[in-house]
């Protein structure tokens, strides 16, 4: 596609329900990022794909985070048993290839999401 | 491993004043630094980015950055406000492709009349 696409663009939900946000990556970019960032503050990162693996999972707050890219494009943030803290936009971004790339990010818009 | 920091989490200009946002960096590696513009409701959009060579670097809507090693900064500039430059604006850092990108907290700049 002509840029990162994320959907839902807003979700609310209920404290302790499951929710899934989905990131389209810009085609041919093997590296696929997710930040969580909070009103006021800077994006937090949560993972890191190259490929269809996760080569850096340290910024997962706790493991009701998980996220996959079976295919190595689409990536699906999963939070089980949400909760009110976790509201945030959730920021997905691609990068080019190694050797192609000076490791620019593209940025989606993000998903908005509010637990009540 | 990478931090940064941004000095001001508000800064105030008047329309056709100098902007000076400041930007500072930790790393243990040779640093790629970049600047992020996040406009309301939108997301971030990359304003320019020091990877090697030349330290001052010049990117969109005519802000420029420079690359001080000594200093560990990466301060960005525009020599004259314009209104639309209201934004929250973001400092990264990276250690080159495949690590990860760490974001500075960002600095709100407003343009008065």
């Known amino acids: 596609g002509a840029g990162v696409s994320q959907t839902p663009s807003n979700k609310v939900t209920e404290k302790g329900k499951y929710v899934e946000l989905r990131c389209d990556p810009i085609?041919?970019?093997?590296?696929l990022y997710w930040y969580r960032q909070s009103l006021g503050q800077g994006p937090e990162f949560l993972i890191y794909?190259?490929?269809?693996?996760?080569?850096?999972d340290s910024g997962l707050p706790n493991d009701r985070f998980f996220a996959v890219r079976p295919e190595g494009s689409v990536s699906t943030l999963k939070i089980q048993r949400t909760e009110r803290g976790d509201s945030a936009v959730y920021l997905c971004?691609?990068?080019?290839?190694?050797?192609?790339?000076?490791?620019?990010?593209?940025f989606g818009e993000g998903s908005r999401l509010t637990v009540l | 491993a990478q931090s940064v920091t941004q000095l001001g989490s508000h800064v105030s200009v008047s329309e056709g004043a100098l902007v000076l946002l400041r930007c500072n960096y930790s790393?243990?590696?040779?640093?790629?630094l970049f600047w992020y513009v996040q406009y309301p409701n939108q997301g971030l959009q990359l304003l320019l980015k020091?990877?090697?060579?030349?330290?001052l670097v010049k990117g969109i809507n005519g802000f420029e950055a420079e690359f001080k090693k000594s200093e560990t900064s990466f301060h960005l500039t525009k020599p004259s406000a314009h209104m639309s430059d209201a934004a929250e604006y973001f400092c990264?850092?990276?250690?080159?492709?495949?690590?990860?990108?760490?974001f500075g907290p960002g600095t709100r700049l407003s343009v008065l009349p």
């Open positions: 790393s243990s590696v040779p640093p790629y």
């Open positions: 794909f190259q490929g269809t693996g996760a080569a850096d």
């Open positions: 020091y990877t090697t060579g030349a330290t």
């Open positions: 085609s041919g970019h093997t590296a």
């Open positions: 990264a850092v990276s250690g080159g492709y495949g690590q990860n990108f760490v």
């Open positions: 971004a691609s990068s080019l290839g190694a050797g192609q790339s000076t490791g620019e990010l593209f």
